[in-house]
């Protein structure tokens, strides 16, 4: 018998093994999801969400009466947010330019719907007109829970209110004034004008973001404690408590950034990860806090009681209306909201006079030339700073120290644009976007002029003072304004203030800096300057 005819019994039998070998695979193909049952669900999940990508294709508009991002069946807008996870800021904004009604819907994959608006009157709506639709809500509570606990800035409803009340008298109070101008004149007279002093005659360049958040956080920690963890000072270590709050706040502003939320939540119920940093870095400050509060307690009972009472911590003791973890979690929050926020926008308006030397000349010749260093810690003085007061504003327009806020909707809605609300989902007003809407502030949105912020006279200001809230909430607006806002312009304008009486800044290096948005936005990577005394370099 010759090969030829051998030829179609070696097809026929290989036929058959094929057939075999196929067979064999599809058994170990199945018997996958028989051990791994998981596996099956997540393959369908995946295909389904190529398919969609596939059919739809990636210029599909947004759904038929909603104005956003491109969005797929099933998966929504997740593909373009994923796209732009790390230029949110921007996607935002250019999206919400686009829209005719200053606002955007965000709904996709793993997250709830999102209504994000640049539109006043809906800020107003949100903030006032229905306040009681709008609170921070569960899922905020989430987020910070861990790290807030139940504190002011974390709840809602009766436990909010009874916190805010007795806060806001003594936030209202002189004395609280006068402690926080008396910290903040030790800080900087004794630790932060000095240090600027050897930096200028060393003519060495150092990160000014940093030292200005480490000067927040010891006046923070100071009229919130009556503790100084004395961060400005190099020769002491670096304060751990510094170190946990921003381990702490970083992880907490990761989990709201998160494509799908599940994700943090399934690794904080594993213990692995950022959230088991998480978890020790809160470890530690709530030890941290709980010795503080220990050691007040007995120092209240003792003889200085006078001497020891001026601080938030010691007001909350003697008040008695409040548990010790009330008490800790509610100074928490005054520490987290003060940390941060003043030393973003002054590095963020030190860098813009870099770039305007003419707004710094006006700035010095005009309003601050005059006035002596002893009399800066005067509020007559402070107060009369408009200039000044009108940079800050200007930078923190361009660069607001919170980015975005968001709340939850209680109940069905409709904001004053028309846009319709659903129970459940969130609402955030986009400050950052805001400062850069064409309609709100002319076709120069986005030149750094604090000269839009003058008026001619106090009684000029009427309604656009009123109608500025809404578009220019960076303090937010209705029952829940800072209350620390004018403590703020105080403390920002006596630190902006001596420096600029002393120093000139210019800038190490001529790379743009980039705007970090966690839960209180920064200059990534730090602002490293040299200063000169004004005599030796003009």
Known sequence: MDRSSLLPIYVHISRQFSLFKKLKDMVTFFSIFTTY????PFLCLTVILYLSYVIVGQSQPGRKGVTGPPT?????????FYKNRYR??????????????????????????????????????????????????????????????????NVDGEMWYKQRKMVS?????????????????????????????????????????DWLRRLGFDVVCKVSLGFNPCCLNDSLPFSPLLDAFERASQICAGRGAAPIFAIWKVKRWLNIGSERQLRLAIDQIH??????????????????????NKDLLSKLILAANFDEEEVRDMVISFIMAGRDTTSAAMTWLFYLLTLHPEVENELVSKELKFIEAETLTKHEILKEMKF????????????????????????????????????????????????RMENLWGKDRLEFKPGRWMQESEEDLGAEQVSNLYKFPVFQAGPRVCLGKELAFIQMKYVVASILKRFQIRPACSDPPVFLPL??????GGFKIFVHKPNTYR
Not at 72 to 80: A, E, F, K, N, Q
Not at 172 to 199: G, I
């Open 388 to 435: 000044l007061k009108a940079c800050l504003c200007e930078t923190m327009r361009l660069y607001p120290p919170v980015a975005w806020d968001s709340k939850h909707a209680i109940s069905d809605d409709i904001l004053p644009d028309g846009t319709h609300i659903k129970a459940g989902n969130r609402v955030t007003y986009f400050p950052y976007g805001m400062g």
């Open 37 to 40: 049952p998981f596996i099956l």
């Open 169 to 209: 008298h003594e936030f209202t109070a002189r004395s609280l004034r006068d402690y926080v101008v008396n910290a903040l004149k030790e800080e900087v007279e004794n630790k932060l004008l000095p240090m600027l002093d050897l930096m200028e005659a060393e003519n060495r360049a150092f990160d000014l973001q």
């Open 88 to 153: 949110l800021l921007d996607w935002y904004t250019h999206l919400l330019s686009k829209s005719p009604t200053k606002t955007i819907v965000i709904d996709r994959l793993g997250a709830r719907r999102t209504i994000v608006t640049a539109n006043p009157h809906n800020v107003e709506y949100m903030l006032k007109t229905n306040f009681d639709n709008f609170p921070k809500g569960k899922p905020f509570n989430e987020i910070l829970g861990d790290f807030l606990g139940n504190g002011i800035f």
């Open 519 to 524: 839960l209180t936005a920064h200059m990534a």
């Open 72 to 80: 797929y069946p099933m998966i929504g807008c997740l593909i373009p």
């Open 287 to 308: 030890s941290s806090v709980a010795n503080i509060i220990h050691e007040r307690k007995i120092k209240i009972r003792g003889e200085n009681q006078q001497e020891t």
